[in-house]
DNA sequence: AGAAACCCTGCCGTTGCGTCAAGGTCAAGG
DNA sequence: CCTTGACCTTGACGCAACGGCAGGGTTTCT
């Protein structure tokens, strides 16, 4: 046979075949005068064989070993494992399936699922649409994917922001958008919010802040000179406070 | 943050992160005076919405496409295309894992599992360690395992071999090793061989023999030259009368 | 001042082939 | 006889999503 015909005979391609002969899983052939690879019926057990083997997921180099004549113990091992890893990628699957049936089910926002701690803290918080107020719910979001954010800081922070106070508060950070870095109204908005944090909260805040020490320096970035300051004071008085 | 914080923080490696930044998922954010990249909260959101999206199995251009800022329509469609698939996944796996299990119940035989047809052909031939037998049993085995030959085929050859007749005939074949391929034994032998080959049998042959035509070249070639001769006489016989 | 722990830009390796590219070979038909 | 067309040959790049290493600079801690 030629290679074609073989690879028909099989079911596999003839560029599959010629890779095995590459990577030396199956010897190459005798050839005919004319350079073509002459297969013999033994082969074509061995191709078919290894077909086999490969479409229940074994690497190839894991087929050479099961084919290397010796193949009762070996075998039976190596199944055993891919039987493993099977099951493994089986339950994976499943996972992920559920996640996404998860995500198709709720459609409404595009931000993703959220942990129920977050969901009841956005869902409590007055509607504005203060700047600041966006950038804390991006960054509460943030925290609360990647797990750095505890359900019990968000349960008390929804306390806090079912004050309809922090609105006002929120409107004089936006307010100091514009502000130079010594305006007046820093200091007090500084004050005033922490007045506004209950000591609760205050113990909840774990000593090194968000585990990544750079994040706090980019939360910083994100706002004007004044606002930045405001939001430098209230972040130094959490790790004291936190710490004390 | 640099680039190790937000890999940290959300949950991925820095490799990734600048895979990313190589395929145009993320931007190259900001540089520090150094050339260190300067990352945002925003990246870190962006970040924590792809590592979601590829741990459900997405690739990154779809990802890509997700997060294109219009996400709403887009995304529900490749996440239920992404559920087929997955679907289809875990069927393919379960399907792997049964075949599996097939394999690891029944270890006796290496050649591998055999059809129903081919099992009760192999339980009913003589136990005959005849070379000639030996390869028919390898060539069925190989017709068997690439789905040409027909279980009614295997059914007619159970009902020929059952006969302790054959025994002799295989021997005969093997006495013809050394044999010039003149040797009168071989018109005689091929006589006795389409003798007792049932009528039924001829009728079941395809037409066009084995679907491969170099097949049988390469199985000529697997007997010496007196035997292929009786060989290619019944081969030839099967030709004409199967068409007949 | 030196070591540890970062960061940078490439570039190769992985898996199991698919897909050209740039040709030889062979059987059949005009 | 010459031309298709369907085969065959070797060789090399492409893919998905990074991992790992080389070879170098920076920052930070001690």
Known sequence: MRIGEIAALVGLTTRAIRHYHHVGL???PERR???????????AVLLARVRRLTELGLGLDEVRDALADD???????????????????????????RRLGALLAEP????????????????QAPRTDSPSAAKDREYLTLVDATGTGSQEIFALLATLVADPAVVELYERLDALAEAPADDPRIVLLAADLMAAVPDEL????????????????????????AQAEVVRRL?????KRGRG
């Open 202 to 225: 205050f113990a909840a805040i774990p000593q090194d802040g968000v585990v990544v020490a750079g994040l706090k320096e980019a939360l910083l970035a994100e706002y004007a000179p």
């Open 108 to 123: 409404p926002g595009a931000t993703g699922p959220v942990s129920p701690g977050l969901a009841a803290l956005l869902a």
């Open 33 to 43: 005068p004319n350079g073509y690879r002459a297969y013999s019926v033994r082969d």
């Open 26 to 28: 199956l010897p190459e």
């Open 235 to 239: 972040m130094d008085a959490f790790m």
């Open 71 to 97: 193949a009762g113990r070996e075998l039976a091992e190596i199944l055993k494992e891919l039987d493993a890893d099977l099951a493994r990628q089986e339950a994976d699957i499943r996972e992920r399936r």
